[in-house]
Structure formats: structure tokens, C-alpha cells
């Protein structure tokens, strides 16, 4: 069974930084591409970026250059390091994983970030 764990998140300020971790079961390393999307109130989930099992990654234009994903292979952990956060960034984040042999997608429970201004 899959299971993603998230953490991290919180309160920050703007200009300040947050980093979010996933921890991910039940799927190999080798076979798992990540990502992070984010859910504003009364908004749709977006992407936020995703990193690849080979770990090629791309971002949304809003955040590149500010946030950087990454992974440890040998944990099955993502990351996502936050950083001139704006208080638009302020969304419930949700990581993902898809598991590229059995063609599944999983999600976390997700982490709300808060950015005061």
C-alpha cells in the first residue's frame, strides 16, 4: 500500500522560508516521480513542480527561482525548499507521487503554508 507522509509548513513571513518534506512507501525509488502542487482557497490545485526519477524537474513560472524541489532516493523522501515566500503562496500543499510501473498516483494529506504579509 502507498503511503505518503507529509511535512513541514506552517507560518512564515514574507521574504522568509519554509522547506516540506514527503516521506513515500509502498513505491521503489527507482520507479517514483514526484511532485508538489498547491490549493489556494477557492482555487483549483495546481502544480508547483515535480521531479523526475531520473531527476530532471520543472517548475510554475511563479515560483522558479524561489522554490526548489529535490529527492533522496535512498529515503523515497521529496522536498520542497521554500524560500521569498509571497503571501500568494499561501495554499494547502499536496505531494504526489506517481508510481511509473504500476501507473498509480498518490497524494498526501497535505500541509497548509501560510505567508503573512
Known amino acids: 500500500q502507498v503511503q505518503l507522509v507529509e511535512s513541514g509548513g506552517g507560518l512564515a513571513q514574507a521574504g522568509g522560508s519554509l522547506r516540506l518534506s514527503c516521506a513515500v512507501s509502498?513505491?521503489?525509488?527507482?520507479?517514483?516521480?514526484m511532485g508538489w502542487y498547491r490549493q489556494a482557497a477557492g482555487k483549483q490545485r495546481e502544480l508547483v513542480a515535480r521531479?523526475?526519477?531520473?531527476?530532471?524537474?520543472n517548475y510554475a513560472d511563479s515560483v522558479k527561482g524561489r522554490f526548489t524541489i529535490s529527492r533522496d532516493n535512498a529515503k523515497t523522501t521529496g522536498y520542497l525548499q521554500m524560500d521569498s515566500l509571497k503571501p500568494e503562496d499561501t495554499a494547502v500543499y499536496y505531494c504526489n507521487a506517481r508510481d511509473t510501473i504500476a501507473l498509480t498516483s498518490s497524494w498526501g494529506q497535505g500541509t497548509q503554508v501560510t505567508v503573512s504579509s
Open positions: 521531479i523526475s526519477r531520473s531527476g530532471s524537474t
Open positions: 509502498g513505491i521503489a525509488a527507482q520507479a517514483v516521480d
